[in-house]
């Protein structure tokens, strides 16, 4: 059975950082490109970023780049997103799944800025 389970979320102030993660089971996490997504309240999910098989990490959104980071451990079967200087607009439940998306989607992990 597949499982994707987010953590690291919490409660933070504009400027600060958090590090999610995503561990994955029962898939073969390291033949998989892998993407962080979020979803803000009112508004569809959206990739956030990606990286290849062989670590290669991109951001797609563009109100994250130079800000977040991504990184995988395929020892680990776990994914990493490094979020610096946040921001309130970077409030959203954040998911880790392949890209495009086809595994089942775990419950997330919520991510609120604010001060």
């Known amino acids: 059975q597949v499982q994707l389970v987010e953590s690291g979320g919490g409660l933070v102030q504009p400027g600060g950082s958090l590090r999610l993660s995503c561990a994955a089971s029962?898939?073969?996490?390291?033949?998989?490109?892998m993407g962080w997504y979020r979803q803000a309240p009112g508004k569809e999910r959206e990739l956030v970023a990606h990286?290849?098989?062989?670590?290669?990490?991109?951001n797609d959104a563009d109100s994250v780049k130079g800000r977040f980071t991504i990184s995988r451990d395929n020892a680990k079967n776990t994914l990493y997103l490094q979020m610096n200087s946040l921001k309130p607009e970077d409030t959203a439940v954040y998911y880790c799944?392949?890209?495009?998306?086809?595994?089942?989607w775990g419950r997330g992990t919520q991510v609120t800025v604010s001060s």
């Open positions: 029962g898939t073969p996490f390291s033949l998989y490109t």
């Open positions: 799944n392949t890209r495009p998306a086809f595994l089942s």
């Open positions: 990286i290849s098989t062989g670590g290669r990490g991109l």
